[in-house]
């Protein structure tokens, strides 16, 4: 009898139906800090540092993997208000290098420490709300993100 291997299935997040989970409400979560599945538990156990599990509900924070996206956003952020700022400013009053240093310099500080957080808790709001990465509570524990498993061997 010869044995056959069906081809291997592609595991994807689509390719199970869970329930749906609301991006903004999740989003607005962490942007206040909070979990993005229940919004009462604190979502940092530090400045930058996602908690492993939600206080309140116990959700698995551990999975996010915001990495630098927050940083860029925050770039993204500060730049179009900083920017246009400075260009009105120089444009219609043109006051001194020093002075303008001495205040965009702080501000851009300032501000960048203050929606990096806020801006973190989207962003593994967003990471929990699309199921991405180990958010996905129906993918096979042996399977990494990006791999084939082979789900269908028929012999
Ligand atoms: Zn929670």
Same mark, same amino acid.
């Given at each position: +009898?010869?044995?056959?291997? +069906?081809p291997a299935a592609t595991w994807t997040s689509t390719s199970q139906s869970l329930p749906k989970r609301d991006l903004w409400q999740a989003m607005a979560r962490g942007l206040r800090c909070r979990c993005p599945s229940c919004g009462e538990g604190k979502i940092f156990r530090a400045f930058l540092k996602v908690a492993d599990n939600c206080p309140a509900c116990g959700e698995n924070l551990s999975h996010h993997r915001?990495?630098?996206?927050?940083?860029?956003?925050?770039?993204?952020i500060v730049g179009h208000i900083i920017v246009p700022i400075a260009l009105w400013i120089e444009t219609n009053y043109a006051p001194s290098m020093l002075l303008q240093l001495a205040f965009y310099l702080p501000f851009t500080l300032v501000s960048s420490l203050l929606l990096l957080q806020p801006v973190k808790g989207a962003v593994v709001g967003l990471q929990w709300a699309f199921r991405m990465h180990g958010f996905d509570e129906s993918r096979p524990a042996d399977v990494e993100e990006g791999t084939i498993a082979k789900l269908n061997v028929v012999k």
């Open positions: +009898m010869e044995s056959r291997t +069906m915001a990495d630098d996206l927050p940083a860029y956003l925050v770039i993204v």
